[in-house]
């Protein structure tokens, strides 16, 4: 029998905390349910998860459909997407069954990349390594989740560049059902009519959209992530804030930029780092950031606290506490009226 192998590359990088992160387990659980469904994606999709922050990380192997299970997503810092690709490569040198004179390999990969924000390293390596050897045997869909990426590298790779315009739940659910419908109709044409090119499905009534990749795009930093530790527990979390534009009272013509606070979300510290490529040197300024949760591991009512050491942690309503960073004891004060600079994630 010859495997469809599908590929799912998904971004776990800091900006995708909470809803995103959610909405793609679900999404992912979707997908199966609906393909094993399908009498001939059953008979010939393979499955296989990788998730990449600053580093890469397989999270379920090649696997035939009925034995697949999604699986959870971890978090990690930094979006490294060489280190995702050439990871994918690798992966494919060793897993993809290679047609010979004896014997037909594998049908061309479906690799459907997920990502929301901009790389933090270099990928221009592996951006030519996969050109030069893998994009003719390989089918590569890459979709920009929001605004925040750099649609032109995409496009380095791949003619198949799309943007989900709208991140809310419905959008989440239609777009993920655009990906079910496009690997069904592969899967189709594969057992047919023997033509491996990706079939993508329409794209029409959903907040999905093809990229002209020709055009400049504009790339922002939409978000700002402290990386947090319980003193209660010595847990870690990760507090989001989303980059918002406004006014400048009597400079209308020039907009102040600040970052409002989109929730505090407990992580596994040790996948965390597994998946992370180390602290960045990047600062933002407390006066920028609009609002600070309680600490979603213990409910402290302060989770947004800054020690001496620079590490951010909780602090209950008596205001005393030890830092779960480096150990030192002492009293919640104040900050000064020209705010903090506090490390920030590398989103």
Known sequence: MRRLPVYFLIDVSESMVGEPIKQVEDGMRNIIQELRTDPYALETVFVSVIAFAGRAKSLSPLTEL?????????????????????????????????????????????????????????????????????????????????????????????????????????????????????????????????????????????????????????????????????????KMYLVKYAKRTNPIPGLEEFRGVDFKLVGGYPVDEETYNSLSEGSSNQYVNTNSLVGFPACPCCGNQWGVVICDCGGVMCVGTDGSTQCPWCGMRGQLGSIGEGGMNVNRGRG
């Open 66 to 234: 009925y034995k697949f299970y999604p699986p959870v997503f971890p978090v990690g810092g930094g979006t490294s997407l060489g280190v995702a690709m050439s990871y994918l490569m690798d992966d494919l040198d060793r897993t993809i069954v290679k047609t010979t004179l004896e014997r037909k390999g594998d049908w061309k990969p479906i690799i459907f990349l997920f990502t929301d924000g901009n790389p933090t390293d270099d990928a221009r390596a592996a951006i030519d390594r996969w050109n030069s050897r893998y994009r003719r045997s390989a089918n590569l869909v890459a979709i920009s989740i929001g605004d925040n990426v750099n649609t032109q590298l995409l496009g380095q790779m791949t003619e198949n560049v799309l943007r989900l315009t709208s991140t809310d739940e419905m959008s989440f659910q239609a777009f993920f059902k655009w990906v079910t419908a496009s690997i069904k109709t592969t899967s189709v044409s594969v057992a047919d009519m023997g033509v491996d090119e990706v079939r993508l499905a329409s794209t029409a009534g959903i907040n999905l959209e093809k990229v002209d990749v020709a055009r400049p795009c504009i790339v922002d930093e939409n978000y700002t992530v402290l990386v947090g530790k319980c003193s209660m527990t010595r």
